[in-house]
């Protein structure tokens, strides 16, 4: 089961683009459009790969043309037992973040 890099050919293999982009909004950089990318490949049998939703776009595929291209989160309360409330230190929008199951 390889890692995947940031420029590894198949990164976004078996995920389709989104294509449903508000007027305001671009496409995201960090995903190119597909909202999410490949973490292992084949992890859970051939095809079936472990995934992650990219965290500048929260798995739309666009931002908004005026927000942050690459979220830097950093801890600012614990809310509860596992909701922590995140801040990015570039354009300072706050996450409240459900660690439960």
């Known amino acids: ?3 995947i890099t940031a420029n590894h050919p198949r990164r976004f293999e078996g995920i389709t683009k989104q294509y449903d982009k508000p007027p305001d909004f671009v496409i995201c950089g960090r995903c190119e459009g597909h909202g999410s990318y490949n973490l292992k490949l084949d992890q859970y049998g051939p095809g079936l790969h ?3 939703l ?3 776009c929260d798995g739309h ?3 908004h043309k005026d927000a942050c291209e690459d979220h830097k989160f950093i801890h ?3 809310l509860g037992r596992c ?5 990015c230190t570039v354009c300072s929008t706050v ?4 660690s439960s199951d």
């Open 76 to 78: 600012l309360r614990k």
């Open 95 to 98: 996450r409240v973040i459900d």
């Open 83 to 87: 909701i922590e409330e995140m801040m």
């Open 54 to 56: 990219c965290p500048s």
């Open 50 to 52: 472990f995934r992650a």
């Open 1 to 3: 089961m390889p890692e």
């Open 61 to 63: 595929g666009f931002r």
